[in-house]
């Protein structure tokens, strides 16, 4: 059973920044793209960005380039997506996610497993 536990969220002052971490409980978690995913209230999950299964490539959605970075730790089974110059329009849930394949996740088909979500909310 994949389980993916995000931490790291939180509340933070528009321009600030939060590290979001993703521990994931896969044997084979260097076979596998992961990304982040987010989902603001009354609006549907979105992509925010993906790397592939060496950390060697990175996708961003045009909405958190130079901003947001993505990066993991296959020794870790961890992924992490650094936040910088938040905006609150960067409140949402965000969810982690395990590609089906090693290299993107960008849309909901691609994903094997989900976490279960950690709330960043910026304020203004």
């Known amino acids: 059973q994949v389980q993916l536990v995000e931490s790291g969220g939180g509340l933070v002052q528009a321009g600030g920044s939060l590290r979001l971490s993703c521990a994931a409980s896969?044997?084979?978690?260097?076979?596998?793209?992961m990304g982040w995913f987010r989902q603001a209230p009354g609006k549907e999950r979105e992509f925010v960005a993906t790397?592939?299964?060496?950390?060697?490539?990175?996708y961003y959605a045009d909405s958190v380039k130079g901003r947001f970075a993505i990066s993991r730790d296959n020794a870790k089974t961890t992924v992490y997506l650094q936040m910088n110059s938040l905006k609150p329009e960067d409140t949402a849930v965000y969810f982690c996610?395990?590609?089906?394949?090693?290299?993107?996740?960008?849309?909901?088909?691609?994903?094997?497993?989900w976490g279960q979500g950690t709330q960043v909310t910026v304020s203004s």
């Open positions: 996610a395990q590609g089906v394949h090693d290299t993107t996740v960008i849309s909901g088909y691609d994903v094997a497993s």
């Open positions: 790397i592939d299964w060496s950390g060697d490539t990175t």
């Open positions: 896969i044997r084979t978690f260097s076979s596998y793209a």
